[in-house]
């Protein structure tokens, strides 16, 4: 991505396991709260029940499919968050870019079997899932008229979102871009994920040398992305800033990161060139950090070999693997620290793995850096990464 000025971010919404807000997420996450347990919106014959990250009590909406309706919460909080309603919208190009992994169509069982055994089953789901396009769904509630966009790239859609976003503000597309990530828990990706063999029968341990892979989580992430003359016309503060972008594929495997890392370095790389930030500059990483063995060992030598004696952790040990939405979730957290000046422990974590190329944190620590960086690695070779500054370090 080629980036010549930084890009305002002026709000934040988020809902996953560790809460309905951003505030009670960081409040969780610095509390060491974590909860993952057997799924209870669908069932499951496997033996061992392997624990996932539900949000509990959110019933959605009927006439949505609930990944768009957890993004349409998340949104709200946003606009809250950012000082908008539909008055101070009116007039400003405002474009909606979403990731997602599986946007919640697989939940369409009972269609499809009825259809392969040759009935007619009522057209209701499908209905419902092309009524629930997540930009589209958030471009309706707001009125939006910009560009919308979603966006399928594995685990990476919702750190590509904020790039994309971003490049459309430069480019002078858009005055405000909403971007983030929304996915929800189905009984297909859960079972997908067991028959890969990466899914944790415990609560997962990034980074950990009894790591034995992922926990899946569902939620949403949501930040305001906003050009230099909106923010200024509203007289806003800004959050924090997009500071650069960078993606690249290694195109190793269909789903096992490529052990050297090219494709990770390449994506740090290009990130940190957008605005000239300085590596040593860089106060935390929030790592993919999946725990599963492969991605684990591969990140902590590439953080080892680009960014040294960084701290990094990860927050999946609080939220889950949330698929499309994790890289928006963890840009949010990465912003939220930055504000308070701490990270939290990176949970699950305890005992040292000498075939690692480095620790992630094991205790809440406070730093005085203003940057830090949230990376993303998907299935099929996928890697990209946000740099986020702090909103009074641009």
């Given at each position: 991505?080629?980036?010549?000025k930084?890009?305002?971010?002026?709000?934040?919404?988020?809902?996953?396991?560790?809460?309905?807000?951003?505030?009670?997420?960081?409040?969780?996450?610095?509390?060491?709260?974590?909860?993952?347990?057997?799924?209870?919106?669908?069932?499951?014959?496997?033996p061992?029940p392997?624990?996932?990250?539900?949000?509990?009590?959110?019933?959605?909406?009927?006439?949505?499919?609930?990944?768009?309706?957890?993004?349409?919460?998340?949104a709200?909080?946003?606009?809250v968050?950012?000082?908008?309603?539909?008055?101070?919208?009116?007039?400003?190009?405002?474009?909606?870019?979403?990731?997602?992994?599986?946007?919640?169509?697989?939940?369409?069982?009972?269609?499809?079997?009825?259809?392969?055994?040759?009935?007619?089953?009522?057209?209701?789901?499908m209905?419902?899932?092309?009524?629930?396009?997540?930009a589209?769904?958030?471009?309706?509630e707001?009125?939006?008229?910009?560009?919308?966009?979603?966006?399928?790239?594995?685990?990476?859609?919702?750190?590509?979102?904020?790039?994309?976003?971003?490049?459309?503000?430069?480019?002078?597309?858009c005055?405000?871009?909403?971007?983030?990530?929304?996915?929800e828990?189905?009984?297909?990706?859960?079972?997908?994920?067991?028959?890969?063999?990466i899914?944790?029968?415990?609560?997962?341990?990034?980074?950990?040398?009894?790591?034995?892979g992922?926990?899946?989580?569902?939620?949403?992430?949501?930040?305001?992305?906003?050009?230099e003359?909106?923010?200024?016309e509203?007289?806003?503060?800004?959050?924090a800033?997009?500071?650069g972008?960078?993606s690249?594929?290694?195109?190793?495997?269909?789903?096992a990161?490529?052990?050297?890392?090219?494709?990770?370095?390449?994506?740090?790389?290009?990130?940190?060139?957008?605005?000239?930030?300085?590596?040593?500059?860089?106060?935390?990483v929030?790592?993919?950090?999946?725990?599963?063995?492969?991605?684990?060992?591969?990140?902590?030598?590439?953080?080892?070999?680009?960014?040294?004696?960084?701290?990094?952790?990860?927050?999946?040990?609080?939220?889950?693997?949330?698929?499309?939405?994790?890289?928006?979730?963890?840009?949010?957290?990465?912003?939220?620290?930055?504000?308070?000046?701490?990270?939290?422990?990176?949970?699950?974590?305890?005992?040292?793995?000498?075939?690692?190329?480095?620790?992630?944190?094991s205790?809440?620590?406070?730093?005085?850096?203003?940057?830090?960086?949230?990376?993303?690695?998907?299935?099929g070779?996928?890697?990209?990464?946000?740099?986020?500054?702090?909103?009074?370090r641009?």
């Amino acid at each position: 991505m080629t980036q010549t000025k930084p890009v305002a971010i002026t709000g934040l919404g988020c809902i996953c396991a560790a809460g309905d807000s951003v505030v009670a997420c960081l409040d969780a996450m610095f509390r060491g709260d974590r909860a993952p347990a057997p799924p209870v919106r669908f069932t499951t014959t496997h033996p061992y029940p392997f624990p996932v990250f539900e949000v509990p009590q959110f019933l959605g909406e009927p006439e949505l499919l609930r990944t768009s309706a957890l993004a349409l919460f998340a949104a709200r909080e946003a606009i809250v968050d950012a000082g908008l309603n539909r008055e101070t919208l009116d007039g400003l190009r405002v474009g909606v870019c979403m990731g997602t992994t599986v946007g919640s169509t697989m939940n369409d069982e009972g269609f499809s079997r009825a259809y392969r055994a040759g009935q007619e089953p009522d057209l209701a789901p499908m209905d419902l899932i092309l009524n629930s396009n997540p930009a589209d769904v958030i471009a309706r509630e707001f009125g939006f008229m910009g560009p919308c966009q979603t966006v399928v790239n594995a685990c990476s859609s919702g750190t590509d979102v904020i790039g994309l976003g971003a490049s459309w503000i430069a480019a002078g597309i858009c005055d405000m871009v909403v971007v983030g990530g929304a996915d929800e828990l189905s009984r297909i990706t859960y079972n997908g994920f067991i028959s890969l063999k990466i899914s944790d029968e415990a609560p997962c341990k990034p980074f950990d040398v009894q790591r034995k892979g992922l926990n899946l989580g569902e939620g949403a992430g949501i930040l305001v992305l906003e050009s230099e003359q909106s923010r200024q016309e509203r007289n806003c503060k800004a959050r924090a800033f997009m500071l650069g972008y960078g993606s690249a594929c290694d195109a190793y495997h269909q789903t096992a990161p490529k052990p050297d890392g090219d494709g990770l370095k390449r994506a740090i790389a290009e990130a940190l060139a957008c605005h000239n930030t300085e590596a040593s500059s860089v106060a935390f990483v929030n790592a993919h950090g999946t725990g599963t063995p492969d991605n684990d060992r591969v990140e902590s030598h590439t953080l080892a070999a680009m960014l040294p004696g960084v701290p990094f952790l990860s927050t999946k040990g609080y939220t889950g693997h949330t698929l499309g939405a994790a890289g928006a979730i963890e840009a949010i957290f990465c912003v939220a620290c930055l504000e308070q000046g701490r990270i939290p422990a990176s949970i699950g974590f305890v005992t040292a793995d000498p075939g690692l190329g480095g620790c992630p944190v094991s205790e809440p620590l406070t730093f005085t850096g203003t940057v830090a960086l949230s990376n993303s690695l998907a299935f099929g070779g996928n890697n990209a990464v946000v740099v986020l500054g702090r909103g009074d370090r641009a």
